[in-house]
């Protein structure tokens, strides 16, 4: 097994270039346009998994009053500078706070709970998915809507690439690539587990590699229904298809 360490740590590449992979990703496009449509402009939301505020500030731009949070310190920090970057009006409708949203307890709600990009995912699905789908339901007003971002499971089944294959290739201010390759991949059916070793790799203008990062990233999948269903969460609409690798799963407070 491959020596990684965990996925956002502080001192690894995936934070460090998160908006870059997620700018590169098509499989992404649309997403924002799923959670806009359902809440109307101006309506609060609590964005559980924030990251480096990709769809929080999308959202307030839109009109949005949106609380991010996270739990991963290093994507905090990019977010609060992207924060400290945007135009007052839109700044002030947006609060990014640390915190685990398994016991996320802010002693208030919302219109609308999203959970972007597979964080749910990211994991065990057990407990860990039950007190998710609690922490959406303590926060939403009663009729409010939960939006959960899952993978496929037949994406989660498919094999690896080989090692040596450079999964994307992404140009970087000055002149150097961002590389990625997957050292290892492997899906275990019993728990609904994947295991990925994805090798970050930033190059020089001329190609010489200046940092590198093997980083593990794991993601769990169950059918979320009963889960949600045990915290007062019922199944809303179909699932949401998005960029063929996931789909949005939608849930209202009864």
């Not at 956002?8 to 908006?19: H, K, M, P």
């Not at 135009?87 to 016991?103: I, Q």
């Not at 409010?144 to 690439?161: D, K, Q, T, V």
């Not at 990062?213 to 269903?229: F, G, I, K, N, V």
């Amino acid at each position: 097994m491959a020596q990684a360490r965990p996925y956002y740590a502080d001192r690894g590449l995936s934070a460090a270039f998160y908006d870059v992979v997620t700018a590169a990703d098509a499989r992404l496009a649309g997403d924002v346009d799923v959670y806009a449509g359902l809440a109307p402009p101006g309506s609060s939301v609590l964005e559980l998994g924030a990251g480096t505020g990709r769809v929080t500030f999308a959202l307030a731009e839109r009109g949005y009053a949106v609380t991010g949070i996270d739990i991963a310190p290093a994507m905090l920090e990019k977010a609060q500078a992207r924060l400290a970057a945007l135009p007052a009006e839109v700044a002030a409708r947006v609060e990014l706070r640390r915190g685990d949203m398994t016991t996320l307890d802010l002693k208030r709600t919302f219109d609308l709970v999203i959970c972007p990009y597979f964080t749910l995912a990211h994991v065990p699905a057990g407990a860990a998915w039950r007190n998710t789908f609690a922490t959406a339901a303590r926060h939403l007003r009663t009729g409010g809507l939960a939006a959960f971002h899952l993978p496929l499971l037949e994406i989660m089944r498919m094999p690896g690439p080989p090692p040596e294959m450079v999964v994307m290739d992404q140009p970087l201010p000055g002149g150097g690539r961002l590389n990625l390759h997957v050292l290892e991949r492997t899906f275990r059916e019993g728990v609904g587990r994947l295991d990925q070793v994805i090798d970050y790799v930033e190059r020089d203008a001329k190609g010489a590699v200046v940092r590198r990062s093997a980083e593990r990233l794991t993601y769990y999948l169950a059918d979320p229904e009963p889960l949600a269903a045990s915290a007062g969460l019922l199944q809303d609409r179909e699932p949401i298809p998005l960029g063929g690798v996931g789909e949005v799963r939608v849930f209202r407070k009864a």
